[in-house]
């Protein structure tokens, strides 16, 4: 095991959470499998590397519920709730029944059903438009980004539109599971966990009584063949789509937007245009995804990148250090909507690819093309971008304050 330079790489400072890459490039050059002392884990960065950890039995998804276990017993005493929970989510589980479970949504999410879903996203979005477009302002991310996939995951659990609202505010809240780890996060996400739990398992009943076609139903149909194991992991599994599901598109919108009006000249482009949007989709992925980074957890010793890793050891699999590999992408700190991003890795691959990646594509498709035919110019406010820094490397977009003019 290689441990660290005198001077280790920086990646818990403010810095490197704001900007990673300067610093996920160094380590790229100097050491691509890389063990941090600080974080007591590996850091991969390299391209071909990641992408052979991310198809590798032998690395299972990053486990939440051990880093739990580790916490102080009165601690986990207190969480206790919150873990079982997360025992039952698909990809935190072992990998048999991630595949298992991964079985059933499969069945859900197919292209059809998220192209069937297409004209209820479009109807959300213009609905949330409508709501500032007289105003000739917004903040993207609280009127537009998180609202459009929580309206429509509201509509595939059959949540009711007079509480379609609380769905932004749990999933929220269930973020601080996916932080550095301490109490007050973990309290807070377990109470609203458990709030969303029992508000979601009176659907289940009515669904076990009354199906419907929505995606509560399907899983009570699940659980009633023997592929679902109990109406918890029902419930475990809806927070998690919940969480997934919306946090995947508020990013990939927020993020993409920014983006451009931060480059002016690929916003020019992408308007001038139209038919660009699918391409500029995914190379707003491979420049900043949603998800800079997950993690894996090695079953057993393996060799990668010419390092050993014993069992046990967890892994820093960075994502978006791989999307902006110079061996796979030229000159790849430049964002450029025309360039091929074939195989990035924004979604992941293998056993753990994100089932949800072909309907936050469809969503992202349905709010830039609307976005772009209903608004004209848009200018980012003098306030600026508001970003949540979560070191280590990542970070995600709090507030995107624009100012537009109607499209003539």
Partial sequence: MTTDPAAEYDLLSPESARDP??????MRREDPVHFSTRLRAWILTRYDDIAVALKDPRLTAGRLVAQIDRLPEEQRRQVEPLRNSIALWMGHTN???????QG????????????????????????LIDAFMD??????????AY?????????????PAEDRDLLPRWSRAVSGVFRPLNIDNLLASQKNILEMSEYMRKTVQERRRAPQDDLISMLVAAQAEGAIQSEDEILANCVLLLFAGHE?????IGKGLFHLLDNPEQMAQLRANPDRLTNAIEEMLRFDGPALTT??????????GGKTIEANQLLFVVLGAGNRDPAHYPDPDRFDIGRSTARHLAFGQGMFYCLGAALARMEAQVCFSTLFRRVGEIRLQPAGAKWELRPPLSRGLDALP?????AS
Avoid: W
């Fill in 21 to 26: 890459h300067p610093v996920l490039h160094r």
């Fill in 95 to 101: 990998n048999i029944d991630h595949v298992r479970m």
């Fill in 104 to 127: 059933v949504f499969k069945k859900y999410f197919t292209p059809k059903i998220v192209e069937d879903l297409r004209p209820r996203a479009q109807a959300i979005t213009d609905e």
């Fill in 135 to 144: 105003r000739g302002e917004c903040e993207v991310i609280e009127a537009l």
């Fill in 147 to 159: 609202p459009l996939p929580a309206r429509v995951i509201a509509d595939m659990l059959g949540v």
């Fill in 248 to 252: 995947t598109t508020a990013g990939l």
């Fill in 295 to 304: 993690t894996r957890f090695s079953l057993e010793a393996i060799e990668l």
């Fill in 402 to 406: 624009i100012a537009f003019e109607r």
